[in-house]
C-alpha cells in the first residue's frame, strides 16, 4: 500500500473517530462541557498538551538525527572500502587484484544481502559480511611492501579498513536497536488519548467548530504518530536508508 495512502488512512480514521464521539457527547450531554469548564479544562489542557507536544518533538528529532546518522554511516563505510581498495592499487600483485576483488564482494554482500536483513529490525545479517573484511584486512596486511611509498599505502589501507569496521558495527548496532521502546509508544499513545479526552471537555455556542476542531487535532496526533512508527527503523519504513553507497562502491571497483 502506499506510503502516503496509509498516512491518509491514519489521520482520516482517528479524526472521524474523534469527531464522532465528540457529536456523541454534544449531543447526549448538551449541559456538560460548557463554556464554564472552559478555563479549567484549558488549564489542565495547557500542560498535558504541551507535555506531550514536547516528548513528541523530542521523539521525532531523535528518530530524524538516528535516520541521518545511519544514512552517513553507511557512506563512511562505503567510502572507507573504497580508499582501501584505491590506496592498496599501490601494493604488488597480487595483493592489489583481490583486494579490488574483496572489496566488490563486500559491497556486493551489503546491498543484495544485508541491506533486505536489516529491514526486520534485528540486526543479524549472518557472518558473510565480517568473513570478508577480514580476509581484507588479512590480505593487506599479508602484503610484501618493495619502498616506503608502498608501506606508506600499506598502513593507509589498514586504517581505512578499520574505519569501515567502524562504521559496520555501528551500521549493524543501529539495525539493531530498540528504536522505539515499548515504554515510549505507551507514553505517545496514552499522551494522544489524554490530549484528545481534555480537547473533548471543551464547550461553547457552535458544536460543529468543536467537533472539527477535535477532529483536526486528533488528524493531527495520529500523522504524527504514524511518522514516528515509520522512522524508527533507518532501514525500514518510508524513509528508510537505501544501499546507494555500496552500489555506489561497485560502480567505482567494477
Known amino acids: 500500500m502506499n506510503i502516503y495512502f496509509q498516512g491518509l488512512l491514519w489521520v482520516l480514521g482517528a ?73 592498496a592499487d599501490a601494493l604488488p600483485e597480487p595483493t592489489r587484484t583481490e583486494v579490488r576483488d574483496l572489496a566488490a564482494r563486500y559491497a556486493q554482500e551489503v546491498a543484495d544481502v544485508e541491506w533486505p536483513m536489516m529491514a526486520t529490525g534485528n540486526g543479524e545479517v549472518g557472518d558473510k559480511g565480517w568473513a570478508l573484511l577480514d580476509e581484507l584486512r588479512a590480505a593487506v596486511r599479508e602484503a610484501q611492501t618493495g619502498d616506503d611509498f608502498q608501506n606508506n599505502q600499506k598502513n593507509l589501507a589498514s586504517d581505512k579498513l578499520w574505519e569501515a569496521y567502524e562504521a559496520r ?64 527503523n533507518p532501514f525500514a519504513g518510508a524513509a528508510k536508508v537505501e544501499p546507494a553507497a555500496f552500489e555506489a562502491v561497485l560502480a567505482r571497483l567494477r
Not at 507535555?51 to 518533538?57: D, P, Q, R, T
Not at 567510502?79 to 582501501?84: E, K, L, N, T
Open 15 to 87: 479524526a472521524a473517530v474523534a469527531a464522532a464521539i465528540a457529536y456523541f457527547l454534544r449531543h447526549v450531554s448538551e449541559t456538560e462541557g460548557t463554556v464554564e469548564n472552559n478555563e479549567s479544562a484549558g488549564q489542565v489542557f495547557t500542560i498535558v498538551g504541551g507535555l506531550h507536544a514536547v516528548l513528541l518533538a523530542f521523539v521525532l528529532i531523535s528518530l530524524f538525527d538516528g535516520t541521518t546518522a545511519a544514512e552517513e554511516g553507511s557512506y563512511r563505510e562505503a567510502d572507507s572500502v573504497v580508499a582501501a581498495s584505491w590506496a
Open 169 to 232: 558495527q555501528q551500521r549493524l548496532n543501529t539495525a539493531g536497536g530498540d528504536g522505539v521502546t515499548d515504554v515510549v509508544w505507551f507514553a505517545l499513545v496514552l499522551g494522544s488519548v489524554m490530549t484528545i479526552s481534555l480537547a473533548l471537555l471543551f464547550g461553547g455556542p457552535q458544536p460543529l467548530v468543536h467537533i472539527v476542531i477535535v477532529g483536526i487535532l486528533a488528524g493531527l496526533l495520529s500523522l504524527l504518530l504514524f511518522a514516528t512508527y515509520q522512522l524508527q
